[in-house]
């Protein structure tokens, strides 16, 4: 059974910090490549960052550059989203997905992890 599990979200300060975990199981981990999104209340969902297979090259959106870093650790099969400087429009709920190549779809998805920038 293919899982995603998401973990460390919570409420922080503005300027605040939050590492988020996604655990996976049941797939060949380090050949995909892997993403986090959000969706913030009443809006859609949107990509926020992606690491390759290897972690050879990492992306960003726009407005979480420099803020964000994304990583993995094929070993322990685990993709991480190091969040910095956050701010309200953060606020959102962050998910993770797997997909087999940088050109197809997202295969795979977690449920989600709630994060909440508010003073």
């Known amino acids: 059974e293919v899982q995603l599990v998401e973990s460390g979200g919570g409420l922080v300060q503005p300027g605040g910090s939050l590492r988020l975990s996604c655990a996976a199981s049941?797939?060949?981990?380090?050949?995909?490549?892997m993403g986090w999104f959000r969706q913030a209340p009443g809006k859609g969902l949107e990509w926020v960052s992606g690491i390759s297979s290897g972690g050879v090259w990492t992306t960003y959106r726009d407005s979480v550059k420099r803020r964000f870093t994304i990583s993995r650790d094929d070993a322990e099969k685990t993709v991480y989203l190091q969040m910095n400087s956050l701010l309200p429009s953060d606020t959102a709920v962050y998910r993770c997905?797997?997909?087999?190549?940088?050109?197809?779809?997202?295969?795979?998805w977690g449920q989600g992890t709630q994060v909440t920038v508010s003073s």
């Open positions: 049941g797939f060949a981990f380090s050949s995909y490549l």
């Open positions: 997905a797997a997909a087999p190549t940088a050109g197809s779809g997202y295969t795979y």
